[in-house]
């Protein structure tokens, strides 16, 4: 473990092995930093939420997961609940002037270029990148592998292994981002199957990916994922820009 004299550690903190906290970095009571986290000059975990009605005697924190890198400027508030935590995966990498907001959840092996902006109760889903400059309105879901263009404004839900751009709208399937992982055919060709079941049946976009999934058509695990998330969440869903709905939904 490596802690610079300039750092600030305050009490209640829970640092795991390996972790170093550099040059005026602060780390805020009750964060708890798994193995491995790097936390770069002037960043900030666990900070009080940007919430005006937020009672400061409140005992919340922040969770970051092993492996972790805070670079310079990061900011990653703590929860308005008692007892509750804003939630950083591991392997994660925040690059400067990324901000965390209050119960956030963002799962592991996620990418937050620079300045990237998450409000309150954002969640994000594994192996995701969300391009530089990016803003995320409060209770928004952001599917597993999903890749997000840079100065993109999101104010809806984006589903898994989609690619999100400019304002709410899908361009695409992350077709990259699969092969890398290692999907194979079958699961990548139900996966398309399914963007096409959703975005181009006419009707309401729940009730056709529910419908989908009751329907037993959909094996694979990716496929159904997929078709689950538009049967949950509460705000609306990103809708497919007209070149891909023109297209298979193959962008990428």
Known sequence: ????????????????????????????????LGDGVVVHPFA?????????????????????GAGTVIREHVTINRSIHAGKETVVG?????????????????ADDVVLANNVMLA???TVGRHTFLGGGAGFHQFCRIGEGVIVSGLARIAQDIPPFAMAAERNEIIG?????????????????????????VYFTPGNIREVAAAALAAGT??????????TFFTEGKRGFARARREAMAGDGDAG
């Open 1 to 32: 473990m490596s802690i610079h004299p300039t750092a600030i550690i305050e009490e209640g903190v829970q640092l795991g092995a390996g972790c170093v906290v550099q040059a005026h970095a602060i780390v805020r009571k009750h964060s708890v």
């Open 44 to 64: 900030v975990v666990g900070g009080d939420p940007q919430y005006l009605k937020f009672d400061p005697a409140t005992a919340s924190g922040v969770r970051v």
């Open 90 to 106: 591991a392997r994660c990498f925040l690059m400067a002037n990324s901000h965390v907001g209050h119960d956030s959840v963002v």
């Open 120 to 122: 309150g109760h954002v």
């Open 173 to 197: 399937l992350n077709l990259i981002g699969l092969k890398r992982r290692g999907f194979d055919r079958a699961a990548i060709g139900e996966i398309k199957d399914a963007f096409r079941t």
């Open 218 to 227: 959909f094996q694979t695990t990716q496929a159904r994922d997929f078709l």
